[in-house]
């Protein structure tokens, strides 16, 4: 199989860097329509390339089933590792032990699985950076004032951890009101629908907590629509797009990830596993505040 990958990796042009034989690796992400992943994407794509590995990357569309097709259909091209970026944490259960059973490493990137075995999981620390989120709301609106959520998608790893950071942060307020929290599913269109329902039901709102930038970015729509400019916006991942809005601002701050550096630490540490060396089960990408100051 190795001397196949070898013809693959000369013929398509693909360096070795002192690789004697490419590995192949499989990525599957959640989904390349939101420009996080796409970074990460990007990320992964030119560490292996310096790294002389041959990089598949698969699309799942936000679709468990689709993911579990993906990883089925990278197996079957006898791939030496997987990384994969979770749609759903429990879904990724059955993808995981399908990797199992081929002995096939897996690496889960950002979002984690509830099962099976996973040799390493890369991501920030999301209960962190929801108590962050949470944190700078606080501080903002004088420990008082009413507040919404939009969640991601419901049972991602991510979800659940920005969750119980922003969370704990707000508790330990005493002044702060949640009165809504509703997934939006980490999509900017959705966004934009949720919180304009939000605001019918809740006019009074003081500060909006997105789980991500897509979804803060929506919501920016609706608050200034709606003539709700003094809002309080945060949004989470510290995108392009997200950070310009905070020097505009068009929102108040975001927690920054750093998804490219979260993609080559996943190719980084599937090239330790496959030469034999030993890896932590659990690799923390730092984070960051970003305000307009």
């Not at 791939?79 to 259960?93: F, K, Q």
């Not at 945060?234 to 995108?239: A, I, K, M, N, R």
Request: aromatic share 2%; no cysteine.
């Amino acid at each position: 199989m190795k001397k196949l990958l070898l013809a693959s990796a000369v013929a398509a042009g693909i360096g070795l860097s002192g690789n004697a034989m490419a590995d192949r690796i499989a990525l599957v992400v959640s989904t390349l329509n939101n420009p996080f992943f796409v970074t990460m994407q990007e990320g992964a794509e030119q560490r292996a390339e310096a790294l002389g590995h041959e990089l598949i990357v698969l699309d799942s569309g936000n679709d468990a089933a689709r993911e579990l097709s993906n990883v089925e259909d990278a197996l079957s091209r006898d791939i030496d590792l997987l990384l994969m970026n979770p749609t759903d944490s429990d879904a990724a259960v059955s993808s995981v032990r399908s990797a199992n059973a081929r002995n096939v490493p897996v690496i889960t990137l950002d979002r984690s699985a509830n099962g099976g075995r996973v040799a390493s999981h890369i991501a920030s620390d999301n209960v962190a950076g929801g108590q962050l989120a949470g944190g700078f709301i606080a501080e903002q609106l004088g420990g008082e004032g009413q507040i919404v959520q939009l969640e991601g998608v419901p049972g991602a790893s991510a979800t659940r951890d920005r969750g119980e950071g922003f969370m704990a942060a707000i508790e330990a307020a005493h002044g702060l009101e949640l009165v809504a929290s509703q997934p939006a599913n980490f999509n900017r269109t959705e966004g934009l629908n949720v919180m304009e329902n939000l605001l019918q039901a809740h006019p009074d709102i003081q500060a909006v907590f997105a789980q991500n930038d897509e979804m803060a970015l929506g919501a920016q729509r609706a608050l200034q629509a709606g003539g709700n400019d003094d809002v309080i916006l945060v949004g989470f991942d510290g995108t392009d797009a997200g950070v310009q809005a905070v020097k505009d601002g068009l929102m108040d701050a975001t927690i920054a990830q750093r998804p490219a550096l979260i993609g080559a630490l996943g190719i980084n540490t599937a090239d330790a596993l496959l030469k034999g060396e030993s890896v932590e089960a659990n690799i923390p990408v730092p984070l960051k505040l970003i305000t307009k100051e």
